[in-house]
């Protein structure tokens, strides 16, 4: 319970706090077949399974995770793995899909945050984003933000990049050369040379009219985020770039990070996924309770879909009519 309430309480945002700092679902996944759904509960500290077949959708499985707090995951390609940051313990844990055991772990910077699998499923990459309960002025010690790639039959560690400030959403490209990146405090996002490991370009938007009035300082961003949310296009050609304290997104060229359009899009733009045609940038706008839908070749918003209250992440998932029918409208 101790654990609980300090939890939720660092969860709280300075502005435009919408539920007291309770936080029941930090990532989400559906199995391959469509028939279990995956859930990190950030603020209970575990990851659960549920089985969508039946009506009432009942738990098949709940694991703790270490250190109180779960945080991003990211499920194999093959749907047999979960991987999920234990933010408090410094590693990733890797839970068994059908049984939610824990079947190992590695080691990340302080703070893990985002996972994800490369295209061909060989490697997993870690990143980490320090202390966000400390504030600027004291980032030296928010320890080290780092981005950690692992074999993901091994979990034994490939390579491993710091960075001064904590890496926030990213993209890998296919042939896991370029690492698209958003980093704490940094109104935009960098493109990172996975060989060289070098950043090789920067793109920075001026903070919009909103984002000036409403967020004074560094200290008042959510959780040390000006922008996040990051996705590419399905060809490659063009990256959603979601202005988290702008009410903004940008759609921007990847061949010279160039603007194409910024479009204003509502409250607390906080995730970015690509559809599964790549066609369209799905985005969560956390403070409007919405979902924005904007396609890549015009960079226009073609549809704003209402959800629940504060949506985070944006998943793809596909499910068989039988379960889509369970399901309440």
Avoid at 96 to 113: E, I, K, L, Q, R
Avoid at 148 to 162: E, P, R, W
């Amino acid at each position: 319970m101790i654990a609980y309430s300090l939890i939720t309480d660092r969860q709280k945002l300075k502005h435009f706090e919408p539920a007291d700092g309770k936080r029941f679902v930090d990532d989400v996944f559906a199995s391959p077949d469509g028939t279990r759904l995956y859930v990190s509960r950030s603020n209970l500290g575990d990851v659960a399974a549920f089985d969508l077949t039946a009506p009432s959708h009942p738990l098949v499985w709940r694991t703790d995770v270490s250190g109180f707090k779960a945080d991003h995951a990211t499920l194999s390609p093959d749907g047999k793995r979960i991987i999920v940051s234990a933010t408090l313990s410094d590693i990733a844990q890797v839970i068994d899909a059908a049984t939610g055991s824990v079947v190992g772990s590695f080691g990340t910077g302080h703070y893990p945050h985002q996972n994800d699998y490369s295209a061909d499923g060989r490697h997993i990459y870690n990143s980490s984003i320090g202390d966000v309960s400390l504030p600027f002025w004291l980032s030296f010690l928010k320890g080290a933000r780092r981005l950690t790639i692992v074999d993901a039959q091994t979990l034994a560690q490939v390579k491993t990049f710091s960075f001064d400030s904590g890496i926030r959403p990213a993209v890998i490209t296919a042939d896991e050369k370029t690492f698209y990146t958003q980093l704490s405090y940094l109104n935009g996002f960098v493109k990172f040379d996975l060989t060289s490991g070098t950043t090789t370009a920067t793109y920075e938007q001026p903070p919009s009219a909103f984002a000036t009035a409403n967020y004074a300082t560094r200290d008042d961003y959510p959780h040390d985020s000006a922008h996040h949310g990051l996705a590419l296009s399905g060809d490659g050609t063009r990256l959603c770039d979601a202005g988290t304290i702008d009410n903004t997104v940008t759609i921007v060229r990847a061949s010279d990070l160039t603007a194409v359009r910024t479009v204003d899009v509502g409250l607390i733009p906080y995730w970015s996924t690509t559809s599964a045609d790549g066609a369209f940038c799905v985005v969560s706008l956390s403070g409007a309770n919405a979902v924005s839908i904007i396609r890549y070749a015009t960079a226009q918003q073609v549809a704003v879909v209402p959800v629940g209250t504060f949506p985070q992440r944006s998943r793809l998932g596909r499910l068989p009519e039988t379960v889509i029918d369970t399901l309440s409208p």
